[in-house]
């Protein structure tokens, strides 16, 4: 299994930091928080750190340095947040290599986001996101999130079935082949509890490209972004 990535919060306001490390930890990642300038630095200057959430208690100068000193090729990425008047600093910091900043009051979703897609680009969530017609599926920590905004978790049973479709896209599986590699989560596995298994799963994650084959099973007809 691959080690899980590393989020620094640099001061980051107390509001936005709690609620989204939470966020992001329900997601399988490390969150380390560090209040001060000296705290960051020796936070930074170890191995392992993937991206680092500069917040605006810092002064503008202060996150620069920070960026500066343990940006580029190599380390970690920065994301500076910014007040909205400080469209200079905001240059500055592209400038230097930040890799994206962003002007306060922020949304913590959408902050969660922006790093997900650092992790993306960095190769250190590849294969763990799915993308459906209305939700993204977060297999590493089971979470369903959907358009709306709401988010549901997934059951180990359902977890099983969905990497089962995503291993054999438009490919139809029986009820045999479906109770011999994501057995249910009790022993009553067979015949017509597998539908009701199928339904419940289709419903989580709102979606229609898992579809019934009558007579045959079932199939897994992927997105555009999964086929070949």
């Known amino acids: 299994m691959a080690a899980r990535s590393i989020i620094a ?5 107390e ?19 560090v209040r001060q300038p000296w705290e960051a630095e020796s936070l930074l200057s170890g191995n392992g750190i993937d991206v680092v959430v500069v917040g605006d208690s810092l002064s503008q100068a202060e996150g620069r340095d920070l960026l500066k000193r343990h940006g580029g ?9 910014c ?6 600093d905001k240059v500055l910091a592209l400038e230097l290599g930040a890799a994206d900043v962003v002007e306060s009051p922020l949304n913590v979703r959408e902050l969660a986001a922006r790093i997900g897609g650092l992790l993306a680009r960095r190769g250190r969530n590849a294969g763990e996101l799915v993308v459906l017609e209305n939700a993204t599926v977060d297999l590493r920590s089971a979470m369903v999130m959907h358009r709306s905004g709401t988010e549901e978790q997934l ?7 969905l990497r089962l479709f995503l291993a054999s896209p438009r490919k139809v599986l029986t009820r045999d082949d ?5 057995p249910a989560e009790n022993a009553d ?3 017509r509890s597998i539908d009701s298994r199928i339904v419940r799963l289709r419903r989580k994650l709102d979606t229609e490209t898992i579809t019934t084959i009558r007579g045959a099973g079932y199939r897994f007809d992927p997105p555009t972004q999964f086929a070949d």
Do not use: K, M, N
């Open 9 to 13: 919060l640099v001061s980051v306001a």
């Open 15 to 33: 509001v936005v930091a709690s609620d989204l490390a939470d966020h992001l930890e329900r997601r399988g990642h490390d969150v380390r928080t």
């Open 73 to 81: 090729e190599g380390g970690p990425d920065f994301i500076l947040i």
């Open 83 to 88: 007040r909205p008047a400080d469209l200079v």
């Open 155 to 161: 059951s180990p049973g359902q977890v099983a079935l």
């Open 178 to 182: 479906i109770i011999a590699a994501a």
């Open 189 to 191: 596995a067979f015949d």
